[in-house]
């Protein structure tokens, strides 16, 4: 017997219990609101796609070609739509499809204070906030989704058509839910340790399964792609990495995935010399990684300070901001170490932010923290501040070179010109394109492919597109072409958007709350009809 069923009949005997009093309340109405509500808030949210997350965790250990994929998405609109199109395009399956909550777009187009820089400078309440929406926007695709269905079964029992009315009531027993994991970036944890706990808390509460922390400076934290970035010494991204842990297990989301992202590859700057109590342990592993100079201790200048290790005096490179540097060409170096003592303290999963999507170059550093951590998975940034298109026919050009081909007929620096768009240069790369995620995952152990900004890019393309038409010549035609008659041929769901806001929930729920008199809006006047 099906939950909806059960309820149906448990409500009956509730109604019954109240007499002639809840005489105008109807069982089956009562079940299908809760149908529409199985989730009643974040935690129950954060705990059932933390089971998810675990299961495809497992699967992936076994099989690399379950890998897990996700776009980021900076509104619940946008991520509801989104998860829409997954399950109308692969049969109603959203396995191992998740969202992400990246905090570039929250800095970007959610912050208060208008666009910013990712530098964790918004406020931020509204990366839990965001996470909330998008859930509140999954949870009422299912609404609407499992309303249509409740239709059907009406339309069905009114043409007495049993097979039909089973048939709906089937899809209704078997109904998958829009709500998929979300991996949520809390950027370097806005504060210390205990400000990273509160925040994670909120994020959780709001249903984060799974959080995202980076090793840089939280009050200088800068975009993954960009100059500038300053990491902290490993105890001090460690406490955070305890603290995301904390929050989980205080919650009862005790399956909580924690993803360690490590700046380390494009960060050439610490603020802080690490803590060191003997040659070797983790301080001392930290510091070994700085630019120094051996001085004498007659060349002590005021204000200096002095590494002493193995009986010699060094002297960390400062600048005049303050910050020390480390030595060029260490950065693959210590990414493996900040990803080994990650792994080691409690992170789930890393995350390598690199300069290029290079399969060969995630994947000889993956090898060698596995030899340490033999099932460490990666979440890696497919991200939109690489220029795939160049990279890639970069890649081939110099893979072909080795190999001896003539390339005599392409200007490797101008690769990106569309005179190379049809050319068989242009064919491989596409082609390494097109396979990038299944080969590093293969190859290189990422276990999670992300976009970072993809709807931020896809918004302001086909806003551009429209306007450029709509304002131009084409006019009205413009939107009509542009959107609408590819909105009815592609079967996108919003081109009916009173639907898609609710306007036939409400109806029905009118219908459950004042029967015969609610006043509808989905009558035979509204324009929506159109659409059939």
């Not at 009315?165 to 949520?184: C, L, S």
């Not at 929050?247 to 992202?261: K, M, Q, S, T, W």
């Not at 492919?449 to 931020?456: E, G, Q, S």
Request: charged fraction near 25%; proline fraction near 2%; include cysteine.
């Amino acid at each position: 017997m099906s939950t909806y069923t059960q309820d149906i009949d448990a409500v009956a005997k509730l109604r019954e219990s109240h007499g002639s009093s809840w005489d105008a309340i109807d069982p089956e109405s009562v079940a299908r609101m809760r149908a529409q509500n199985k989730f009643k808030h974040g935690l129950d949210i954060a705990r059932y796609t933390a089971n998810i997350m675990r299961a495809d965790m497992e699967n992936y250990d076994k099989d690399s070609s379950k890998y897990t994929q996700s776009l980021g998405c900076w509104h619940g609109f946008i991520g509801q739509q989104k998860m829409i199109s997954i399950k109308k395009h692969f049969e109603g399956n959203t396995d191992r499809r998740y969202l992400y909550l990246s905090g570039w777009m929250v800095a970007a187009l959610r912050s208060e204070f208008g666009p910013l820089p990712d530098q964790s400078m918004h406020e931020k309440t509204s990366v839990a906030a965001l996470i909330e929406e998008l859930y509140t926007f999954l949870r009422q695709a299912d609404a609407r989704e499992l309303n249509d269905l409740f239709r059907e079964v009406d339309a069905a029992r009114e043409a007495g058509d049993k097979a039909a009315e089973k048939a709906a009531q089937d899809k209704i027993d078997n109904h998958k839910t829009h709500i998929v994991p979300i991996i949520a970036d809390i950027d370097a944890g806005f504060g210390n340790a205990e400000a990273t706990y509160l925040l994670a808390k909120k994020m959780i509460e709001a249903g984060a399964c799974c959080i995202q922390i980076e090793n840089q400076v939280s009050d200088e934290k800068q975009c993954g792609h960009q100059d500038g970035k300053v990491t902290v010494p490993h105890e001090d991204f460690l406490a955070k990495i305890r603290a995301v842990r904390y929050a989980f297990l205080e919650l009862g989301v005790d399956n909580g995935v924690i993803v360690a992202r490590t700046d380390s590859l494009g960060a050439g700057l610490t603020k802080q010399i690490a803590v060191t109590n003997e040659p070797g342990d983790l301080g001392d592993q930290y510091n070994s990684f700085l630019d120094c100079e051996e001085i004498d201790a007659s060349e002590l200048a005021n204000g200096d300070v002095i590494i002493n290790r193995e009986g010699k005096l060094l002297r960390p490179k400062r600048l005049a901001s303050n910050l020390f540097q480390f030595r060029k060409g260490t950065g693959e170096a210590r990414c493996i170490l900040d990803s080994i003592t990650s792994l080691q303290n409690g992170a789930d999963l890393i995350w390598i932010e690199t300069e290029k999507p290079h399969v060969r170059q995630i994947g000889g550093m993956m090898d060698e923290i596995r030899k340490v951590v033999p099932n460490a998975k990666l979440v890696y940034n497919n991200s939109p501040s690489f220029n795939w298109t160049l990279n890639f026919r970069q890649q081939v050009f110099d893979a072909w070179s080795e190999e001896g081909k003539d390339v005599s007929a392409y200007n490797r620096d101008n690769l990106m010109s569309a005179e190379y768009d049809n050319t068989e240069l242009s064919a491989a790369a596409d082609e390494k394109i097109r396979t990038f995620q299944a080969d590093a995952a293969r190859e290189a152990g990422i276990f999670h492919h992300l976009i970072t900004l993809p709807t931020y890019h896809t918004a302001a393309l086909s806003t551009d597109n429209l306007a450029k038409e709509y304002f131009g010549e084409q006019g009205m035609l413009g939107y009509v072409k542009g959107v609408q008659r590819k909105e009815i041929r592609q079967g996108i769901a919003c081109v009916k958007h009173q639907n898609m806001a609710g306007s036939d929930i409400g109806d029905d729920h009118k219908e459950y709350f004042a029967g015969d008199a609610a006043l509808k809006a989905g009558g035979k006047d509204n324009t929506m009809n159109q659409f059939g």
